[in-house]
Each structure stands twice: as C-alpha cells, then as structure tokens.
C-alpha cells in the first residue's frame, strides 16, 4: 500500500482534531449557526460565495440549507453567488473578476443577510470585496480559512480559520463545518 493514504488520512483527523480540542473555535461553530439562523428567522438570505474547490464547498453548504439535509423540510434561503455562469462570465469580463461577488451581493442582499465566505488563504480579492460590500449594506460575515485567517479575518463578524496550512485539509474541514452548522440550523429551525 502507497503510504501518501493513510498519512493524507491521519492530517485530516489531525486538522479536525484540532478544532474539536479547542473550545473557543467550537462556540465560533454555534455562533455561526445561530447568526444563520436569527437571519433565516427575519426573513433574510444566506449568501455563500468561493472559488475552485470552495465554490464547490458553497454551492454544497447553499443546496444542503435551500433543499434539505437530515429531514423533509420547507427550503430555507441560501444561494452560491457564482451559480449564474451567464452573470459571472459577463461581468468577469466587463468589470473584472475582483467585482463578481460584490457586484451581485449589492444586487441580492439587505440589511441582516448572512454572507459564507470560503477561502483557504483567506486572501481571496473577490470575496474581500464581497465582505466590504456586505459590510457596506449591513450584511453579517463568516469567513472559513485557513490557520492565519488572511485578510479576511479582519472583516469577519465570525472567523471559522481551520488550524492547518495545507489546502486539501482545510478544504475537509470547511465541509465538516459547513455541515455541523446545517444540522445546527436545521434542528433549531425545525425541531
């Protein structure tokens, strides 16, 4: 057997490990969830937005909240920003892509809003610029990185920065994440 297998195996348990053995970072996990869910109560949206593999993770966490996840329920309000590939190659081209997010963003949302922005550097232009416009227009802002938190750590109201350096780990863990925050959201919506 290859050893990359059970080694890739063992940094993910740890990258995890390291979340659940500290306290502080699992109260930031309730805290998202409840910021999520005082939003979904007020009748506000839920934006996600990322690029590569995070806007893969977004789209997912988006689908699992507006479809279902544990249990048949009502669909709760949640979108990708970058699911509308017509919008995003226009305005990639006309604006550039720095402004793809805050552009729709300033389109899309209000006042109490939530907006899920992924990123593993945490350094992504195009979600900095989403967070700025956000932050503009009263939207709240989780951020999901990686160890150092980038630049979005500064913005963020809620900062889930996963304690690890190598990209396919923090990319595990964002989705791990993003699922404990969807049954949390799920059960206190619906219990």
């Not at 699992?64 to 699911?83: I, K, T, V, W």
């Not at 750590?153 to 780990?169: F, G, H, Q, W």
């Not at 925050?181 to 799920?186: D, P, Y």
């Amino acid at each position: 057997m290859n050893s990359r297998i059970p080694q890739s195996i063992q940094q993910s348990i740890a990258a995890k490990q390291a979340v659940l053995d500290n306290p502080e970072f699992m109260e930031r996990i309730q805290q998202a969830a409840d910021m999520i869910v005082a939003s979904l109560r007020g009748g506000g949206k839920i934006h996600f937005c990322g690029n590569g593999g995070s806007a893969a993770d977004a789209q997912h966490l988006a689908a699992e909240l507006s479809g279902r996840f544990y249990f048949d329920r009502p669909p709760l309000n949640a979108e990708a920003l970058h699911c509308n590939t017509s919008y995003l190659t226009a305005v990639g081209n006309d604006y550039g892509y720095d402004l793809v997010f805050s552009r729709l963003l300033r389109g899309t949302a209000k006042a109490g809003d939530v907006i899920v922005g992924i990123s593993t550097s945490g350094n992504s232009k195009n979600i900095l610029n989403a967070f700025e416009v956000a932050k503009e227009m009263g939207v709240k802002i989780i951020a999901m990185t990686g160890e150092t938190g980038g630049k979005m750590k500064e913005c963020a109201d809620i900062l889930l920065n996963v304690p690890s350096t190598d990209t396919p780990r923090i990319q595990e863990s964002h989705i791990m994440l993003g699922h404990i925050i969807c049954e949390l959201v799920e059960s206190a919506l619906f219990a």
